[in-house]
C-alpha cells in the first residue's frame, strides 16, 4: 500500500489521482477533510482509506509491514505564517517522525521540499546535495526555512547512514493546476488572473520596483502540477534514485507572459494594469526564480516539461471554464 499525507491538499491530491488511475497499490490519504474543497479533490477517485493527521502514528504501526511507500505532501504551506509552533510542528516535527519510521521499516520516502529553500536566489538555485552549499541558502520566511532545515536533515542523516531505501526531497517551484480552491489567497496566479479577466475584463499584475525589471517583467519558474506529478511518479519507480531535486521547467517566464497566456486561453485581446507591490512584501519580494534541472536529467528522467502556453490552456479550458473544475 501507499500512503499519501497531505493527499487531499494540491499536489496531494493531484498525486493521488495519478496513483489510483494506475491502480497498482492501494493509495491511502492522509489528511483533513476540514472543506468542502478538499473533499471534492479526492472525491473521484477510489482511496483504500483517509487517515486523520492525529492518528497518523497509529495507523504507521498498525500497518508497518504493509507500507510500500510514503509521499509525504502534507506541511503548513502558507509563506505568511508566523507561529513557529504551527510551522515547526508540520513540517519539521512530522518530516522527521517519517524519516526516522520509514528509515527503520525500509520504506520508501519522496516528500515535498520546496523553492522557497533558495531564498532571494542570491546563492543560485541548483540542487546541490552538499552540506556546504546548503548551508549557503537563505530561506526568506518561516515556511522557506522550515523546509531547508529538513532538507539539510535529510542529506547529513543520509550519509551518516539513517535512511530509508529510497529518499528524494522536491523542490517544488511556481505549481499551477487544478485542486487548489482550498488554497485561498494561497493559490496559483492562474486561478487569480483567471477571475479578474472574467469578471474585470482586466489582469491586474505587480508593478516592478527593480530597475533592471519593466513592469510585469518578473519572473517565476511556472510548473504545470501533471509535471510534478509526473517526476514523483517516475522517482517511485526507480528506486536507485535519492537525493533533493528541483521540480519546475528549467525556463523563467515573466508575469506578463503568464497573463498573456491566460488571456489566450480565453480569446481575449490582453489588458494588463499595474499596480504597487505592497510595501511590506517588498522588501523580501523575488524577482527571478529559475530550477536548474540538470540533476533530475542526470538521474535519467527525460520527459520533456509542460509549456507555460499548453499548461494555462489547459488549466483554464478543461477545469476553470467548467462546471467541474476538480481533477
Given at each position: 500500500m501507499i500512503l499519501v499525507t497531505g493527499g487531499a491538499g494540491f499536489i496531494g491530491s493531484n498525486l493521488v489521482a495519478a496513483l489510483c488511475e494506475r491502480a497498482s497499490a492501494p493509495v491511502y490519504v492522509c489528511d483533513w477533510l476540514d472543506t468542502p474543497e478538499k473533499s471534492r479533490n479526492i472525491e473521484k477517485h477510489a482511496v483504500a482509506g483517509i487517515v486523520p493527521p492525529e492518528r497518523l502514528a497509529d495507523w504507521l504501526a498498525e500497518n508497518a509491514g504493509g507500507v510500500d511507500g510514503i509521499f509525504h505532501m502534507g506541511a503548513?504551506?502558507?509563506?505568511?505564517?508566523?507561529?513557529?509552533?504551527?510551522v515547526l510542528d508540520n513540517n519539521l516535527d512530522l518530516s522527521l517522525m517519517l524519516w526516522r519510521w520509514?528509515?527503520?521499516?525500509?520504506?520508501?520516502?519522496?516528500?515535498?521540499s520546496s523553492a522557497a529553500t533558495y531564498g532571494g536566489g542570491e546563492a543560485g538555485f541548483d540542487d546541490d546535495n552538499d552540506p556546504a552549499a546548503l548551508t549557503k541558502l537563505k530561506p526568506l520566511n518561516l515556511y522557506g526555512w522550515s523546509k531547508h532545515i529538513f532538507d539539510m536533515d535529510a542529506v547529513m542523516l543520509a550519509e551518516a547512514g539513517i535512511a530509508p531505501p529510497q529518499w528524494a526531497g522536491m523542490k517544488f517551484f511556481n505549481v499551477y493546476g487544478p485542486n487548489e480552491h482550498h488554497k485561498g489567497g494561497q493559490q496559483s496566479l492562474v486561478v487569480q488572473l483567471h477571475r479578474q479577466i472574467r469578471e474585470t475584463g482586466r489582469a491586474r499584475l505587480f508593478r516592478s520596483h527593480h530597475p533592471a525589471?519593466?513592469?510585469?517583467?518578473?519572473?517565476r519558474d511556472f510548473v504545470w502540477?501533471?509535471?510534478?506529478?509526473?517526476?514523483?511518479l517516475w522517482l517511485n519507480e526507480n528506486p536507485s534514485v535519492s537525493g533533493l531535486?528541483?521540480?519546475g521547467t528549467g525556463g523563467a517566464r515573466s508575469f506578463a507572459d503568464l497573463?498573456?497566456?491566460?488571456?489566450?486561453?480565453?480569446?481575449?485581446?490582453?489588458?494588463?494594469?499595474?499596480?504597487?507591490?505592497?510595501?511590506?512584501?517588498r522588501r523580501h519580494y523575488q524577482y527571478h526564480t529559475q530550477a536548474r534541472m540538470d540533476r533530475i536529467r542526470a538521474a535519467g528522467y527525460r520527459p520533456a516539461p509542460t509549456t507555460l502556453e499548453d499548461g494555462v490552456r489547459r488549466y483554464i479550458r478543461d477545469f476553470l471554464e467548467t462546471n467541474d473544475p476538480y481533477r
Open positions: 503548513s504551506s502558507s509563506t505568511v505564517e508566523r507561529d513557529p509552533d504551527i520509514c528509515a527503520k521499516h525500509g520504506v520508501r520516502l519522496i516528500y515535498a525589471y519593466p513592469d510585469g517583467g518578473q519572473e502540477v501533471g509535471d510534478c506529478v509526473d517526476i514523483m531535486f528541483n521540480c497573463a498573456r497566456a491566460c488571456f489566450a486561453a480565453l480569446d481575449q485581446e490582453p489588458v494588463i494594469e499595474f499596480i504597487d507591490t505592497p510595501e511590506h512584501i
